[in-house]
């Protein structure tokens, strides 16, 4: 190869790297991305990440300013990418983390493999040729190991999304942000002039050719072991709040359970009492005492309002439960309809049946409030079928649902926001006891939650 060729070479092979290393970008953000209009916001990135990379050559910057410069860029297209600012700079240093440490590791390798080479006086094109392939193995090496970094950060991370706080924030940057600090350290004593000499550090400590390619891996294992205690802690977090609202759940169905008894006990105790209201009428009207009857008439039916229970589910458990939020719908200016029939058989826990109501019911109260007037409406319905039984409630909503990963609609509320957003998923548990599932969907300002239960023979 000749000095010209090996020139237009270095040209060839920058543009090269530049492009593979932004490929890898745009593939590691990927699936992070919002799918409406995807390859939009990925071409955003590549954009950003080449004229970074044209910036920082042109001005010669330091190379430890690369990293600030691309983070700071992918910040403020955060909003056109599509993400939180806080989880594009997470993803911006576990990117140049991955790309740091992993150079490190490749470079000892290459340091080795450059050695094992022999170096003899030979021709110039010899040379530039031998070169050629060693920087060419190098980013390929590189590229290669980068890859495999990404897609396990990646992977991880699809597992189960944080919820990115300031405080899990500087958590989660804290061992990236030291291994990027740590490789351009390196970076700097690895090739070194003095006195006109070419100094390189593993040649001057041998050592470190062990040393640094662990402590980088060290780095890029840490930030992974990171991620993977801030997806357990959240977890926990959340199995503590869905805990914590079943028990309130519990405690308020078992208050439902009382009155429920109570409501029951004083019908049968107005039972009794009715042959001696008759009796007392029919003495009235005998001897025409028709004013005092009109009285008594309207004393009872005063007596009688409390025992107002318009739907009639089979169940008193879900009597309560159903026609509580029928009050509170139509105090709301909520249209409600329903139509649930409790199954007959006892292969369902009233007192599960009365929890997946009891969330389902309360988020449609909830999103019907930010709907307009006129246009608000519940519609429940509970049918048997054949060894099933199926709950389903439609409401109106106001505004865009967005479903995460798990399948649930993701919550929009910042105030106590650990408490909310758990409620289907404990439908979703509930109706697993039965061997059922939950299905959810949200078509043209209608959002549908079927819940379908399987019957057991005993439980």
Known sequence: MSETGFRIF???FSTGAELTYAVLLIAFFRPFVPQDK????????????ILFEIVCNRAA????????????????????IGLEKSFVFLLTLLYFNARISGGLMVQSLYFIVERSVPYRLEPPEAV????????????????SMLAVMLYALQRQMRKQRV???????????????????????????????KDGVLLQLYERHPAFLA?????????????????ILQQGMAALREEQAALYAEHQQTQALRARIREAEQFYARIRGLKHEMRGHLTNIRGLAQNGEYASLEDYIAKMDESMSGFDMTLQTGNPVTDVIVNEIRRRSLDLGIRFQAEFHYPALGAYDAF???IILQNLLQ????ACGKVGEGERFIVLTGKRKGRFFLIEVKNSFAGEVVFGQDGLPVTTKQENAPMHGIGLANVRREAEKYMGELELKAVQQEFSAAVLLQERSSL
């Open 10 to 12: 270095n040209q060839v």
């Open 38 to 49: 995807r390859r939009r916001r990925l071409l955003l990135v590549f954009s950003v990440y």
């Open 61 to 80: 910057l330091p190379q430890g300013s690369f990293g600030l410069i691309l983070a700071v860029m992918l910040l403020m297209a955060s909003q056109w």
């Open 128 to 143: 530039f040729l031998r070169a050629a392939l060693l920087v060419t193995l190098f980013l390929l090496s590189h590229a």
């Open 163 to 193: 919820t990115l706080q300031r405080r899990e924030l500087c958590y989660l940057a804290l061992v990236p942000t030291a291994g990027i600090l740590f490789g351009q350290v390196i970076s700097r004593l690895l090739v070194e002039f």
């Open 211 to 227: 040393v640094i390619p662990v402590l980088a891996l060290l780095f890029y294992a840490g930030a992974w072991l990171t991620i």
């Open 352 to 354: 599960d049946v009365g």
């Open 363 to 366: 988020n449609a109260v909830e």
